[in-house]
Each structure stands twice: as C-alpha cells, then as structure tokens.
C-alpha cells in the first residue's frame, strides 16, 4: 500500500460547454528561442504553482499541479484569448518537463524545458513553428490548497502469483487558504459534498480506494476461471484513477477539472473531464442556466459541431461519425467559462 500526500496551492475559474482543449498554441509572432540552461535546484515531490510570463512573445498563465513524481496536471492560456488548452505530461527528467496539449487528433504541439520549481522556460513546438516560452512563479492573489492523493492495487485471488490485478488511484485540491473562512468553507462543501463534517480529504480517498478494490475482489466470486486458465486474465486486470486539476486562477472565478478514468474489461477504458466553475465573490456553484439566455442550447449545440468539425477536420456536410463522435452535438451541463 502505497499513502501519497501531496501539498498545493491555488485560486480560480472559467466555463464552456465542452473540454476547451480545442486551440493550437501558437498564436504569437515571436520566433525567439528562449536559451535552456539547467539549473541543479531542488524540486519539491508535490506542488501547485501558478506561473505566468510570456509565451511565443504572448502573456500567458499556466497552472501546474504535481501530485508525484510522474504524474502532473496542466492547464495554459494565452491570457488576451482566455481559452484553457489542457496539458499532459510527456517525459520528465532531472531538470526538464515535456508537455503535450490535448489539441486534438494528430496534435503534436509541445513544451519543453528546464524546470526548477521557480522557472519553467524553453521552446513551444507544433505547426511547423518554434516559439519560446519564459514562465515564473506566480503566487499572488489565489487561494492555497492542499493536494492529497492516495493509490494502492489489489489481486483478484490473493493467493495467486499469477492473479490480475486491479489498480486505484484517487486525488483532491482541498481549499486551504487565501480567502475568507466561509469562502473556504463553501469550497469545500461544493467540491467534496460527500464528506461529512470531520471526515478529513485522505480518509475520504482511502475509503474510495480501498472500497473499489473490494469490490473488485467480490467479483473472484463470479469470475470465470476458464479465462484465467490460458493466460493472466488481461480482462481482469482493473483500473480505476480519479484526479483534480486548476484550469483558471482568478478571483473571482475558479474552475476545477475532475477526471476519471476507468477500465473494468473489454477492448479500451473510458474516461471523462467534468468541470466545476465557482463565483467565490457569491459563493456560488455555476450552472450554465447561470451564464447562458433561455435558447442557449441550440445555438451553443450549432457552435460545438462547428468547433468539432474544425478540430477534427470533418467538412461540413459529412457525417460527425468521421471524428470518432456520435451523429449528434449537444451541450452538457458541465461547464467552465
């Protein structure tokens, strides 16, 4: 069993009617290459930091989440355009981070650079074009948090060298500090309405956990065993991993992406971003009723297909099917503006 508490701070928000992982980065017209010069600083295990700076000669922020060595969370924005482009880690070394954007298919925009924890500056790459990026720490005006994360796996017959074996994960920004106690006092209230008053975070996460793998142990019972006879049982081996990140750290909005990922046998996994947007100043938990006129799903649904269609390069007039999407556009009720 493995217990990993991870400290973070931070501040936020923004909404849209879908995942805003739709831009190319490159929007600037600087082809300056920021120079990389590692530099032998220590880096904390777990973090969240706020940076800001420019990118491709563009002021823009970035949120960054470390819950472990590995495993990051991300978000950047051209800070004139306002649209959060997620990032996800793609290799990490002594003293350099690698990013991809989820930008769409064939994305194969990229950061990377020297990392010291303060400054994370080096070269944007994707379209043909190479644009330098200089980003620092940036802590001020948001509200702290603190990043708890808990994992363990199990075996499906624990008595079996050769068992499958399931693997959990499940991570939280628990508001800290950096506003008003009762503002911090409804965060916590909105974002983890399941706990009861004196749960603490880890303990909410270990019984996530820990009661998922249960399960997974009660389905030994009904497993056929034929299946596991001629081979390890991929079908069975089990994944379950939930996670928070910040995509926009503003007063006074803040916006939180939950995603969860989970594969209980068949061909793939299937996993999904939900967005959570707050007016701190109300103390409110937006819903798109809040920001949108009556009528507005029409018009936004006729928006998304034209986003879609762009992003996943189906003309218009063919069938969405071509982008992997059902024939239809429609749009949820998560938001993040």
Known sequence: MRMLICKLTALAFFCAC???????????????VA????????????????????LAGQPATMQLVKYAPGKYEGWYVYDKI????????????????????YA?????NMFSGVFNGGQYHGVWTGNEDTFGFDLVKDMDSIITFVAFMFEDS????????????????????????????DVIEFLRKSMQPEMKPGDMPMQQLKSSVLG?????????????????????????????????????????YLTIGKMEYDYSGGAHGNYGTTFEAYDLAAKKKLKVTDVFKPGYKSVLGAALEKSYRR???????????????????????????
Not at 35 to 54: H, L
Not at 104 to 108: D, I, L, R, S, T
Not at 156 to 167: G, K, M, Y
């Open 104 to 108: 769409g298919v064939n994305n194969e």
């Open 35 to 54: 120079s990389i010069a590692a530099v032998p600083v220590p880096v904390a295990p777990s973090f969240y930091i706020q940076y800001t700076g420019k």
């Open 18 to 32: 879908q995942s805003g992982q739709n831009k190319s980065a490159a929007t600037g017209d600087s082809n300056t």
């Open 311 to 337: 992003q996943y390069n189906v003309p218009a007039g063919e069938s969405l099917d071509k982008g992997g999407s059902s024939t239809k556009t429609s749009c949820r009720t998560t938001i993040f503006i």
């Open 212 to 252: 998922y793998l249960s399960a997974y142990q009660e389905n030994a019972k009904i497993s056929d065993s034929s299946d596991l006879e001629f081979g390890p049982g991929a079908a069975w081996n089990w994944e379950s991993h939930a996670t928070e990140s910040v995509v926009w750290n503003k007063y006074p």
């Open 82 to 101: 306002g649209e959060p482009i997620g990032i996800t880690l793609s290799r990490e070394t002594a003293d350099s981070l690698f990013f991809a954007e």
């Open 154 to 181: 199990a075996k499906l017959h624990p008595n079996d060298p050769a068992s499958p074996v399931a693997r959990s994960s499940a991570a939280m920004v628990w508001p800290l500090g950096g506003a008003d106690q």
